[in-house]
């Protein structure tokens, strides 16, 4: 079975999922986004995104339905190695979300710097 990795700096953290969504806050907007990820051949595969309501740079993309209050597409992205994400004081940090509920993406590094970059990816065997 295939685990996300999580990194940042000398801090890491391994979850035995395949599947799981990434949320956040938009910084200006205050706007939910979220999107839903699967591990695949040691890959990340983005299968669907989702924003609450739109704003300033966040337009849903041609296509998107409303659906419960979210905008859902599916991003034209290919499979990624890995995905980076700023941690940072300023925003409300990203969360992870599995089966049992969300929470934040910092707290599966514990002792995390106030400015870091958190990698996702792929566990390597």
């Known amino acids: 079975m295939l685990s996300l990795c999580l990194s940042a700096g000398s801090l890491s953290a391994s979850l035995a999922i395949q599947a799981f969504t990434l949320a956040w806050m938009h910084s200006i907007e205050k706007v939910r986004w979220e999107e839903d990820w699967l591990l695949v051949a040691g890959q990340l595969h983005l299968v669907e995104a989702r924003i609450k309501g739109s704003g300033a740079g966040m337009e849903p993309p041609p296509g998107?339905?409303?659906?419960?209050?979210?905008?859902?597409?599916?991003?034209?992205?290919?499979?990624?190695?890995?995905?980076?994400?700023?941690?940072?004081?300023y925003t409300k940090g990203y969360e992870l979300c599995l089966v049992d509920g969300c929470r934040p993406l910092a707290g599966y590094l514990p002792g995390i710097e106030a400015t870091a970059v958190i990698v996702l990816e792929a566990c390597r065997e």
């Open 64 to 89: 998107a339905v409303l659906r419960d209050g979210f905008w859902h597409y599916r991003p034209a992205v290919a499979p990624l190695d890995h995905v980076n994400l700023a941690h940072s004081p």
